[in-house]
């Protein structure tokens, strides 16, 4: 008799009548929803002392809250292709299309074209629509587009500027159009994806979250929301160059301001998501749903000497928040410490559905810790490609990283490897213990010889991994740029 892991799962569940029609057998539905940009301290959950998050504080009081979920890349699209295929960085090959060296720019630097994730590569929404899913997702745009082959596996991957989910940032977040395609297939098995940018820079919240947090400053920095947009020129790249060239990096105050208006983006976020659930829950969607919320990526206020996230992958930039929420389980409000990876989700949520793993996946299943047993702990590996190999349009041979930085994380220690050129060229050491934002480098003192042995094996052996496993994948497409897409990123900030 073939054993359904749904089973196992409701075991964890309060055993209420439960029936569904529609697409495929029983099981319950996904709702993955990503905040871009939302670093892990920046929630009340995760330690934030400021009111930022207070209905995903409730929500978090309601599901699994992993204290230690690490994103596998510092910028957008490679962390969501990661999410979305449970491969490394350096295995999917997907980039941001930014002002990187080398990627996807012309002579006069002018961006043409993308990388586009290999058609054979299985995803989280393909498996799941093989498995007899309805999926679709709602997303902002700019570095989460259809361009870059994060569609794969949509039968409704909504990308429009105009689609409410905040990619023009000039408009108010309205998830309208994502709760009709809910309300619409309330009844069927559903996967449904949803993303915004709502606390990624220009930090701009709506009144009254504009100056919730720091009422009192009267700097140059744009507080207003109307009035920043009533001024700026309609290009966003002026929007993005008017926000920062209002910050003096060397001011305390404007620091401390700065710090205020994300605290009030992650504020007008948490409302968002509120929005969000509560229309989901009117659709019928989400009572018998399993629902995640996690980020790509932090955010950085100089932590490391530099603001948003520029690839670095320190604490404020690879911890990110994860919540799972299972329907009415019995254990509320558990929080899991072990240090777990977001290509983990991928796995965990096919598990969780008895729909098969891809025999590649790098991530595993985190159902487990879900169910309040332990796992070996693993090595939690982020890396940021900085420089590609550069190959010709015509030329399919897999390209090769040439500048990146890799970080380890293994109980309290922290390794960060970078390589130029293919060659290892400067290693870092943090212990998270002592120095939990990650300051002291332990390797301007002496005695850590065998450690450093251990994480440089553990980083060769990484790569050495997927490096076999990257060569097996097409060498991508090259992927031109609509003009849609090269706005949406102008004010993203990530072409000037
Ligand atoms: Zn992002």
Known sequence: MRFHRWALVAALLVATSCSRSGRGSDGPSIVLISIDTLRADALGCYGEKRPTSPHLDAFARESVRFTRAIAQDGVTSPSHASVFTSLYPIVHKVRNSDLGLGNGLDDAGKVIETFRLDRKIPTIASVLRDAGYRTAAFVGG?????EVGLDQGFDLFDDAETNGMNGDMRGLFDPSRALAWAADHAHEKVFLFLHTYIPHSPYLPPSPWDREFDPDYTGKIPTNRDAFFAEAAPEHADRERRFWGSVDPNDPRDLQHLKALYAGDVRYADSAFDAILAGLRRAGLVDDAIVVVLSDHGE??????????????????????????????????????????????????????????PRNAQGRSLLPLLRGQSLEPLPAVSEHVFRWET???????????????????????????RIANTYRVREELYDRCSDPREQHDLLKGPGYDDVLAHFRDVAQKHDERCRDLA?????????????QHVEELKGLGYIK
């Open 142 to 146: 700019g570095n989460v587009n259809h």
């Open 471 to 483: 060569a097996q994948f097409d060498g991508g497409e090259s992927a031109e740029l609509s003009r």
């Open 391 to 417: 190959r010709s349009a015509e030329d399919r041979t897999v390209p090769m990283p040439q500048d990146l930085v890799r970080t380890v994380r293994e109980g309290n220690l922290v390794y960060v490897q």
């Open 300 to 357: 950085e206020f100089l932590e490391h000497g530099a603001f948003e996230h520029p690839g670095e992958l320190y604490e404020e930039l690879a911890h990110v928040p994860l919540l799972i929420h299972l329907p009415r389980a019995k254990e509320k409000g558990r929080s899991v410490d072990a240090t777990v990876q977001l290509i983990d989700v991928f796995p965990t949520l096919l598990d969780l559905v008895d729909a098969p793993i």
